[in-house]
């Protein structure tokens, strides 16, 4: 029975006080030096695995013997370790493990991993621990083979590099083992196109570049008619380093799929795109520059995780959308042409031919990253203006200075279609036409006469004119890729109080000493 307690200055204290057990009261089990099974099992588990724990705070296993595959820890002593564990220990001890202290153990061990163990980050399906190596995860089962690429050349290891750890993704499909001496025309037979195609450099050079993680890698968009071969060309290019049957769903429709399949893919997919919102454009432009995404923890209702990322990959669609010209930017388009019906082959023909060459294609993809890792270091260092997209530019560089041009040249032609099918940009081309450049005028001056130049029977005019003299400037903002295309530079400055914006060709326009003017400036 709880003994009685009153109210003693405000404190609550016992009435009558507790009386300790007597000695030969206490009933001592016989196997009382016996270890618990919660120290068997944190025994068991401290002896079969090593623990880590991520850059963002996520505690892994790996296990000491065998195929040293990490594997993911819960808060709650669920997820992948549990099962693995309850394997292991059956196995070994030929007896079935106590649940209840599997569970104890793995919570804590999960603690102590969080808080004490050494931090060891996770990558996917490719690593580059150093400027002048890249790691490439085959996935096989069983084992945890690589490819180590350098400078010198790539060789096949049982295990990755000392500090270099590879996850499995639920997507994640194995690849073959590369041949040594694979020739490029064995992918460029299966896309049907010559070897002095300007589509081929690219998708040659892309490949790989998208080698390197750690840099900004544009998207593949593959469009044309129906008929055209875009999405089966999408996926025999993407799954030479990544494989997979199909590319997936429309970009832009749902950001969390989107984030999900970035954070289990090495290249994503999407299918039939066709149309592109400002904020599909924004998406794109930060899967490939690169983003994270904050989300709950599994069995947990306060801890956070955070997924980040950077990606590219293949998309398909009819015809490129109207992206803005950050994320037009962040595209090298590949147009696909008509296939007649008597050179058009089954799916199941071309799935079967590029399982049988995908070793040595694999293998000419990794001899050209190794010319890329080679003479990356004389590529960076070349003298010469670079497009937005330097790192990835100087990549392509260092394997081909041919295949660099054609970037370049590809990014070009790519930004003057959009100028030329962007009416915003038509009319301030038209309006500056009747100028004398360079020429300086407030962006209330420059609304007024440019509006003169609009089409005003265009249905779409009041989706595309900016309302404002601020609406205005932040359009010339927005759209400086396009404008520069078509040989036009605006840039503001400041003057004391007072903001103007220069117009002029692109070759002469002045620099501007803070930057193009943002939207939410008052005049």
Known sequence: MSPKIQKNGGELAPVTPITPPREHDLKMPKDADKPSAYKLTLDFLNATYEFFHTPDGEPFAVPRQGVRRPIMLSEKGEGGLKGQAQYDYERTSGKPVNSAALVQALTSLYQVALRESPELR????????????????????????????????????????????????NSTRPLPTPTAGGEPDALRGLLGWSATDRRWLLVRGWLAAALLPDIARPVLFFHGRAGSSKTTKAVTVVSVIDPRDELGSSFGKNERDEVAMASNRYLVGFDNVSRASEETSDRLSRLVTGTSDERRTLYSDNDQFVISFRRTGVITGLSVPTFKSDALERLVQIQCDTIPASQRRSEKAIAEERAAKHPTILGAVLSDLTTILRNLPESELREGGKPRMADFSDALHALDPAIEEAFTAAASEAMVDAAESDPF?????????????????????????????RDEQDRDLHVWWPKDARAFAGALTRQAGPLEAVGIRAVSSRNGRSRTWTFDGSANAPESDEGLFEEDEEF
């Open 122 to 169: 996770l990558h996917l399906r490719v690593a580059r621990p150093t400027p002048d190596v890249v790691v490439l995860d085959l996935a096989q089962p069983g084992n945890t083979r690589c490819v180590v690429v350098t400078g010198d050349g790539w060789q096949v290891e049982d295990e990755p590099p000392q500090g270099v750890a590879f996850r499995l993704a």
């Open 425 to 453: 940009v038509m009319t301030i081309q038209r309006w500056l036409a009747k100028e004398t450049l360079p020429v300086r005028y407030t962006a209330t001056e420059a609304h007024a006469r440019a509006a003169r130049f």
